[in-house]
């Protein structure tokens, strides 16, 4: 009954990755392969990389499917303290600027986002050190405060390239990974206040975020400038009814919608899949989402439920990100679909993700 009970578990969420994983490379496609041709002269450009970057996320993720969780407790640290230096390496030389923000390390012929390997270290050092400090947690210098060390830096690094957005996104997940594990909530209080107040005020200060805020808050006063993207993504998913135009019949794709395959991935989805499209979609990560839940609820130890737990919020918290943007409910921010759009470190990190989840599934105990 147990065994039957693990395999339902452990292949669901298998099952629902690949699923994912697959339409995003059909969409990839669809929603690139005209502008690639224009660009690159190449119809399958990003198509080629998605699959390259596919098959390493699959190897990492089977690798970690089979090795046991608990080791990379041992990790924690040493990751997260490289993914801070990966950070430090973008205002160098090995840099890659691109549309003015420093996001991207060049690997050889290949660009890599420290910041998607920083979540992940994130999740990682919380869930370890939360489960190591369990009596300690309600105290503010042994429980609190350590984690809130190496936060500071992260999102300080995140926030210089800039990506007022991921930070606000790591900032989400440490403070939903502390209240999940018992932190009292006048310490979350009083860091979400601050966070709030700092964000508030760089919002203020700059005037490219002012626009995206004022934006969104009427896009059609300036469709044709700051509301461009927006108002496109709108007209993507209006135009694409209850079944869509059909896949590959896009035409705000034409170079009207600006990151067509990556950061409004959704609004194309909209358009030539329609509602249907959109709901098929939306199952399938909700069922991913159900999937967490279950081995984070039913696993062994609080190390695992943590981490299992941290992982569910990622993937969940940026697809409601991704999606939210694409249908004007949140202020314009690139926040690739997780195993859907374009992008190989966003990717790769996530099925790493995904494989440490599968571990944590094959390990649950029976709940009587």
């Not at 309600?138 to 800039?162: K, N, S, Y």
């Not at 130890?301 to 569910?312: C, K, N, S, V, Y």
């Not at 759009?341 to 009587?368: D, H, P, R, T, W």
Request: glycine share 10%; hydrophobic share 50%.
């Amino acid at each position: 009954m147990y065994l039957r009970k693990q395999f339902r578990i452990y292949h669901n969420l298998l099952l629902v990755t690949i699923l994912l994983v697959g339409f995003g490379i059909i969409m990839v496609y669809s929603a690139s392969g005209i502008f690639s041709g224009e660009r690159f002269q190449d119809p399958f450009h990003f198509l080629k990389r998605e699959i390259i970057w596919t098959l390493i996320g699959f190897s990492f993720l089977f690798l970690l499917s089979r090795f046991d969780y608990h080791r990379l407790a041992k990790f924690s640290k040493p990751l997260l303290l490289f993914s801070i230096l990966l950070l430090v390496l973008l205002f160098t030389r090995l840099g890659v600027s691109v549309k003015g923000a420093q996001r991207w390390l060049r690997i050889g012929p290949l660009n890599f986002q420290p910041s998607e390997l920083a979540k992940l270290a994130i999740i990682l050092y919380l869930a370890e050190f939360l489960s190591r400090k369990r009596k300690e947690i309600g105290r503010f210098t042994q429980g609190f405060l350590p984690p809130l060390i190496f936060l500071a830096p992260i999102v300080l690094l995140i926030l210089l390239e800039p990506d007022l957005g991921t930070a606000i996104l790591i900032l989400m997940l440490f403070l939903i990974i502390l209240f999940v594990s018992g932190v009292k909530l006048s310490y979350l209080a009083s860091l979400f206040l601050l966070g709030l107040s700092i964000f508030s005020f760089l919002i203020y200060r700059s005037p490219y975020q002012k626009a995206r805020l004022l934006t969104f808050l009427h896009p059609w006063a300036d469709s044709q400038g700051a509301g461009y993207q927006i108002t496109q993504s709108l007209i993507a998913l209006g135009s694409g009814g209850i079944f869509g135009r059909g896949l590959g019949q896009s035409r705000q794709k034409l170079f009207f919608l600006p990151e067509a395959h990556t950061d409004f991935i959704f609004s194309i989805i909209g358009e030539e899949l329609g509602i249907l499209g959109t709901l098929f979609l939306l199952s399938l990560f909700a069922l991913f989402i159900y999937q967490g839940r279950r081995i984070a609820k039913n696993s062994k130890d609080d190390f695992g439920h943590l981490l299992a737990t941290g992982i569910t919020l990622l993937i969940g918290l940026e697809a409601i990100l991704h999606i939210g943007v694409a249908i004007g409910f949140f202020p314009t921010k690139g926040t690739p679909l997780p195993f859907v759009s374009y992008g190989g470190s966003a990717l790769v990190i996530s099925l790493i993700a995904v494989g440490i989840l599968l571990n944590i599934s094959k390990q649950l105990e029976e709940k009587i």
